[in-house]
């Protein structure tokens, strides 16, 4: 397992690919002939913080890695990249999905039109944080396979971390006089 610091930072890098990729692409996913690029912005610094502030507090990465081993995963295989970033991208979803999900479209009720009727009906909050995760759940955690190397890899570099194995193999220094 990494230190905390690691997870941190890790967090601070995936949360910017992830915000920039999907701020890009669920835009895009939705119809917009043109994107707003105040708009875009916007919504990127809103899930930028937010994915940050929940991967700080929270601990999701260590959660989904334990996930992934519980599982029987073995750590560094593609088995254990891709269960813990379902599992990732399942849990930043929920927090980022609500806030996202009332950024967008606001708190109260709003009209919707019921494809199966053709009328206007009234939904709320949570009726619209459902259909967010369910249509787009599957970009999420595709934008969360993809980044992964590139987050995880920018942590070990900036925290300058090794490895569990390598640290248990390295020499004991002498204790000093």
């Given amino acids: 397992m990494h230190s905390k610091k690691y997870y941190i930072v890790y967090g601070l890098?995936?949360?910017?690919?992830?915000a920039a990729v999907l701020c890009l692409c669920l835009t895009i996913m939705?119809?917009?002939?043109?994107?707003?690029?105040?708009?875009?912005?916007?919504?990127?610094?809103?899930a930028f913080v937010t994915?940050?502030?929940?991967?700080?507090?929270?601990?999701?990465?260590r959660i989904a890695a334990a996930c992934a081993v519980y599982f029987d995963?073995?750590?560094?295989?593609?088995a254990f990249r891709l269960i813990q970033n379902v599992?990732?991208?399942?849990?930043?979803?929920?927090?980022l999905g609500l806030v996202m999900t009332a950024f967008m479209t606001g708190v109260?009720?709003?009209?919707?039109?019921?494809?199966?009727?053709?009328?206007?009906?009234?939904?709320?909050?949570?009726?619209?944080?459902?259909?967010?995760?369910?249509?787009?759940?599957?970009t999420i955690v595709i934008v969360a396979f993809l980044s992964d190397p590139a987050a995880?890899?920018?942590?070990?570099?900036?925290?300058?971390?090794?490895?569990?194995?390598?640290?248990a193999k390295a020499p004991k220094e002498a204790p000093a006089a």
């Fill in 30 to 46: 939705q119809g917009v002939p043109h994107i707003d690029p105040v708009f875009c912005l916007m919504s990127f610094a809103v």
């Fill in 13 to 18: 890098f995936f949360s910017l690919i992830v």
């Fill in 87 to 95: 599992f990732f991208s399942t849990l930043i979803m929920f927090f």
């Fill in 152 to 167: 995880g890899g920018l942590a070990k570099v900036l925290v300058k971390e090794r490895p569990a194995d390598e640290s």
């Fill in 108 to 138: 109260g009720e709003t009209q919707a039109l019921n494809a199966m009727t053709g009328e206007m009906i009234g939904v709320n909050l949570f009726d619209r944080f459902v259909a967010l995760c369910l249509q787009f759940w599957p």
């Fill in 51 to 61: 994915s940050f502030v929940v991967t700080a507090v929270v601990p999701l990465a």
């Fill in 73 to 78: 995963a073995q750590p560094g295989s593609v």
